[in-house]
Structures are given as structure tokens and as C-alpha cells.
């Protein structure tokens, strides 16, 4: 795993690098990842999360998808620039072959154009080389001195020292045995007494044989 170290640049030039951008955080974040080594930075993560870094990393490289978008169309328009001075040249060229006074004047404005346009795709190099280039150079170093950062904090996470949980209080509860008392309250006992029968009538049917003795007996009681 690759890793950085600090830059060799004063307090002063770091403190002055973020002042110029106190009111943008990203553009402040990359001067925080460019200005400090792979293990300096880890306070920076830790204090801010890894997922905030993951959004700065984000947006520096959105900045540089953009840088590389300019420098093409840069270097796109000087191109435009040249062809178009050659052309002029080779205008002014033919003009001048035909040896005709009055096209002097022409041909002197296609050589004009030609220079001008010769030195704008000059200076528009330039700034493609200076200015572009060199921001893509920063940005650069900028998603790589991150993205160390980033693998270097994954890898090695911080060891938090933790203070062991105190012990859980011990509760002592007292419960004073309570007395139960159990009434049963029983019906009062229920005497019977007989006081008093109904008359009864009994009724006697008795069937003898021939040889006079009782062969059946058929009692019927009943209320009188």
C-alpha cells in the first residue's frame, strides 16, 4: 500500500492556502489532503467520518473530469485556430501570385488574421499547459494522496480505548412476611324434623287356590 508524506511547505503558506477558501468545504478539504501525509491525515478522517471522505473523493474527482473536459476543448480550439491561420496563409498565397494591386489590400487582412489567429492558438496552449494542466496535476495527486489516506484507514483502524462498563448495582430488597388469616364461613347446619304423615289406607286383595289356601297376596297403599 502506497503512502505519502507530508509536503515540506510552512504553517504560514497552509494557513493562507485555506483562507482563500473558507466559504467553499470541498475546495477546503483538498487543501487538508495536500498539505498532509498519509498517516496525518487519519485525524482528519476520524474526526469527519470515512463517508464524508468518500464525498470529498467524489468531488474531486468530478473536478477532474471537468479539468480534462477543458483542456480538450482548449486544445480542440487551438487547433480550430491553426487550420484556420493556415488557411489564410495559403489565401494570401494565391492572392499574391495574381500580381493585382487592388487584392493588396486583401491579402494584407488574411496575413493580419493569419498572425492573430497563429497567436491566439498560441496563448490558448498556454493556458492549456499553465492553467489546465497544471490543475490536473494537483487534482491528480489530490484523488491519489486521498485515496491512500482512505486505504490506509481502512486497514488500520483506529484503536479506541474504551473504559470498561462499571459493574451493575446490587439491589437488596426486603419483603417482610405478611400474615394471612383464611375464614371459612360454613352455612349454619339445617336440623329436619319430621312433625307430621299423612293418613295412609292399605288395601289387601288375597286369592286362594280350590283347596282353600292363599295363592296370592296384593297390598295397595294410598292417602286416606
Not at 492549456?128 to 491512500?148: H, M, N, P, V
Request: with cysteine.
Amino acid at each position: 500500500m502506497k503512502t505519502y508524506p507530508a509536503p515540506n511547505c510552512a504553517p504560514e503558506s497552509y494557513r493562507a492556502e485555506l483562507a482563500k477558501h473558507l466559504h467553499d468545504p470541498w475546495a477546503k478539504g483538498m487543501v487538508d489532503v495536500l498539505w498532509h501525509g498519509t498517516v496525518e491525515y487519519q485525524k482528519f478522517i476520524e474526526n469527519d467520518g470515512i463517508e464524508h471522505h468518500r464525498a470529498l473523493l467524489a468531488h474531486i474527482r468530478g473536478w477532474r473530469a471537468l479539468n480534462r473536459k477543458n483542456v480538450q476543448d482548449g486544445e480542440k480550439a487551438a487547433k480550430t485556430l491553426l487550420a484556420d491561420a493556415t488557411k489564410k496563409e495559403k489565401q494570401a498565397g494565391q492572392l499574391a501570385t495574381m500580381c493585382k494591386p487592388h487584392l493588396q489590400k486583401k491579402i494584407d487582412q488574411l496575413r493580419r488574421d493569419e498572425n492573430a489567429n497563429r497567436q491566439l492558438a498560441a496563448k490558448n496552449a498556454e493556458a492549456i499547459t499553465t492553467l489546465y494542466r497544471k490543475q490536473g496535476f494537483t487534482l491528480e495527486d489530490a484523488d491519489a494522496r486521498l485515496t491512500a489516506a482512505m486505504i490506509y484507514y481502512m486497514d488500520n483502524p483506529p484503536q479506541r480505548s474504551e473504559a470498561p462498563l462499571p459493574p451493575a448495582p446490587i439491589i437488596n430488597i426486603n419483603v417482610e412476611p405478611t400474615p394471612i388469616t383464611v375464614e371459612a364461613i360454613m352455612p349454619a347446619q339445617t336440623e329436619i324434623a319430621i312433625t307430621a304423615m299423612p293418613i295412609r289406607k292399605t288395601t289387601t286383595t288375597i286369592l286362594r287356590d280350590q283347596a282353600g289356601d292363599i295363592a296370592t297376596s296384593v297390598q295397595v297403599e294410598s292417602d286416606a
